[in-house]
């Protein structure tokens, strides 16, 4: 299946845009960018030429993913999400070759008007809730919110919050466990008959 592409939309070549993909009203793929398979990238969407989007992403309106950015997987970014690439930005001085790496993992959940600061890394599966301000890495499955973003809790795969358990964490909805790992937290089992 190709990709659909609104015909408003600017696409600059060469480019990589995956089978599947939607590109919605008044968007901008610029040379380069390479756009994975199945995404829904919505109106008014930025893709600068070295970013990387994975697979089944999807962009809500108004989100510029700019050099060094790159979302694996699954990533779910809300309406007007901001990221950087430069951590002290003068318009008098170009710092082109001092852009910043910001990598968010598989499965992770932006909400709407978060702001990634360049150069961090969001875990696998993590949650930013809405408005929040990210200024350093994330866990694997943290839930954090806040201006700066603070640790809150834990999120399932399945987005539910998880609750403390004998054997770690437990999603109260699937019964996925979870036990800490490195990362942040990592899989555990699935805890059938508790509640």
């Known amino acids: ?10 696409v600059e070549r060469p480019v990589r845009i995956g089978p599947g993909t939607k590109i919605w009203h008044f968007s901008h793929i610029m040379a380069g960018a390479d756009i994975g398979t199945g995404c829904i990238l919505g109106q008014n969407v930025f893709v600068a030429p070295a970013a990387k989007i994975g697979d089944h992403v999807k962009i809500q309106n108004n989100v510029s993913v700019y050099d060094g950015v790159e979302l694996e997987d699954e990533v779910f970014c809300g309406p007007s999400v901001v990221f950087t690439n430069v951590i002290n930005p003068r318009s008098f001085i170009s710092r082109r070759s001092e852009f910043q790496k910001t990598l968010v993992r598989k499965g992770v959940t932006l909400g709407a008007n978060a702001t990634i600061l360049c150069g961090i890394t969001i875990g696998r599966y993590a949650f930013i809730g809405a ?15 806040g201006n700066p973003a603070r640790l809150k809790g834990w999120i399932c795969q399945c987005g539910i919050k998880l609750n403390k358990h004998s054997h770690g964490w437990m999603c109260p909805s699937c019964k996925l466990s979870y036990i800490p790992g490195k990362a942040g937290l990592k899989v555990g089992r699935r805890l059938l008959g508790l509640r």
């Open 1 to 10: 299946m190709k990709p659909w592409i609104h015909p408003t939309t600017i």
């Open 131 to 145: 408005g929040s301000l990210v200024t350093k890495d994330v866990p694997n499955y943290a839930l954090v919110y």
